[in-house]
């Protein structure tokens, strides 16, 4: 069974940082793209930041400069590193892993960010 699970997430100042870590079971995330997305009440889910296999990045131009995704293989965890924190980066944090061989996607139930002061 596959399982994505984020962690990380509180409540911050305006300015401050978190690291949101996704640790995966039943999945090589090595092998898949990996991505971050993000859902504020009453808004769509965007994309803020991804990362291939090659670990390639791409990020929202919203949130570039200032977050960063990262994995360790070895523990088979993704990460997603947060530094100056705005009001508007409040929302759930959703992990997202896309096996290219079976064409799935899988998430996680995700985790909430409060960026408030």
């Known amino acids: 069974q596959v399982q994505l699970v984020e962690s990380g997430g509180g409540l911050v100042q305006p300015g401050g940082s978190l690291r949101l870590s996704c640790a995966a079971s039943?999945?090589?995330?090595?092998?898949?793209?990996m991505g971050w997305f993000r859902q504020a009440p009453g808004k769509e889910r965007e994309l803020v930041a991804s990362?291939?296999?090659?670990?390639?990045?791409n990020y929202a131009a919203s949130v570039k400069g200032r977050l960063t995704i990262s994995r360790d293989n070895a523990k088979n965890t993704v990460y997603l590193q947060m530094n100056s924190l705005k009001l508007e980066d409040t929302a759930r944090y959703y992990c997202?892993?896309?096996?290219?061989?079976?064409?799935?996607?899988?998430w996680g139930k995700g985790t909430l960010v409060t960026v408030s002061s």
């Open positions: 997202n892993a896309y096996d290219n061989f079976l064409k799935r996607f899988y």
């Open positions: 039943g999945i090589t995330l090595s092998t898949m793209v």
């Open positions: 990362i291939t296999s090659s670990d390639s990045t």
